[in-house]
């Protein structure tokens, strides 16, 4: 029953993380006459601040707990999962749009999860074979349409943000393996805080890439587009980085890694869902398919996760 509580509130947060972690999807649009890296630096500039704020009054406390290699795991983390995914990411949204992007990190779970079968104690692949299989299937079907060149788009252009789209894939990846298991190291730290310290982490990265910026990309006239790259920032960094990343590393500690690569989906149908709000359209027939194989997909996970009760243990507590 205790593994059944952790399991279901697990998927919760994972929902809730999802929901909140489909908004990144969104701001590329929102913003659109700045670059991927501007994007970036305020999002996550943003972000560490907010954290800093927030961890202010134990920040002794807990950085008397962190040693040399977990300052160094939190910048790779930051990197893989943060920084570099996200310059990817929008690079990918603006260059090849949000269906595309959507059906290359939709193939998150599938990574993940492949990786997570060779953890010790893990449900075998075998037993996530349909699992895996009907996630493929709807990760196809979200972006069947999408791998069509659409009008006043190159094959260069799209390929490029195919290219950006595998590369953050390959990032995120990186990270949701490595930040799992490095909760599980870590019982001395609280999942949240260790989302802030990401933050702060992520945040001293972003100030490096100021420069960069600067000398890249032609700021646009007036202060009104910069006012508006601060809301949209500010926006998704306390809703996707703070509150998001506090839900997934909550479910991170819930879940066993198998499992965790499927709740990846859920950003990727939010995203999805998102998208279709911004263009005012209701989702094709093959969409709804992909709907309905993504779910199948985590509910047969979840399924394969399902340890029988220990019946003689039962009766010798009663």
Same mark, same amino acid.
């Given at each position: 029953m205790a593994d059944q509580r952790r399991t279901v509130a697990g998927i919760a947060c994972g929902m809730a993380a999802g929901a909140l972690w489909g908004l990144v999807f969104l701001a590329p649009e929102l913003a659109r006459q700045f670059s991927p890296l501007e994007l970036t630096i305020g999002r996550y500039a943003c972000y560490g601040l907010i954290s800093a704020v927030l961890l202010l009054p134990r920040w002794r406390a807990l950085a008397g707990r962190l040693g040399r290699r977990e300052w160094l795991a939190l910048a790779w983390l930051a990197l893989t999962g943060n920084t570099l995914y996200y310059i990817l990411l929008s690079s990918a949204v603006q260059l090849g749009g949000i269906a595309m992007t959507s059906l290359v990190i939709g193939f998150l779970p599938v990574a993940v999860t492949v990786i997570g079968s060779r953890d010790q104690g893990a449900v075998p692949l075998r037993r996530l074979a349909a699992s895996l299989l009907l996630c493929v299937a709807g990760a196809v079907c979200i972006g069947?349409? !999408?791998? !069509?060149? *659409?009008?006043?788009?190159?094959?260069?252009?799209?390929?490029?943000? $195919?290219?950006?789209?595998?590369?953050? $894939?390959?990032?995120?990846?990186?990270?949701?393996?490595?930040?799992? +298991?490095?909760?599980? +190291?870590?019982?001395?730290?609280?999942?949240?805080?260790?989302?802030? $310290?990401?933050?702060?982490?992520?945040?001293?990265?972003?100030?490096?890439?100021? #420069?960069?910026?600067?000398?890249?990309?032609?700021? *646009? *006239?007036?202060?009104? #587009?910069?006012?508006?790259?601060?809301?949209?920032s500010a926006g998704v960094a306390v809703l996707a980085s703070i509150l998001g990343n506090a839900l997934w590393n909550?479910?991170? +500690?819930?879940? #066993?890694?198998? $499992?965790?690569?499927q709740m990846i989906l859920f950003e990727t149908l939010f995203a999805l869902l998102y998208g279709f709000l911004w263009e005012r359209r209701l989702p094709t027939p093959l969409e709804v398919l992909a709907f309905v194989l993504v779910t199948l997909s985590v509910v047969l996970c979840v399924t394969a996760h399902r340890r029988p009760a220990p019946r003689r243990a039962a009766r010798a507590v009663v």
């Open positions: 069947w349409q !999408a791998l !069509a060149i *659409p009008e006043g788009s190159s094959l260069a252009v799209q390929a490029t943000g $195919l290219l950006c789209a595998i590369g953050a $894939l390959l990032s995120w990846t990186t990270y949701a393996v490595g930040n799992s +298991r490095w909760l599980a +190291r870590l019982g001395h730290v609280s999942a949240h805080d260790w989302s802030l $310290l990401t933050g702060i982490v992520t945040g001293a990265q972003a100030l490096l890439l100021v #420069p960069l910026a600067i000398g890249a990309h032609a700021a *646009p *006239p007036g202060g009104a #587009p910069w006012l508006h790259l601060l809301a949209v909550r479910m991170s +500690r819930l879940l #066993p890694l198998t $499992l965790v690569g």
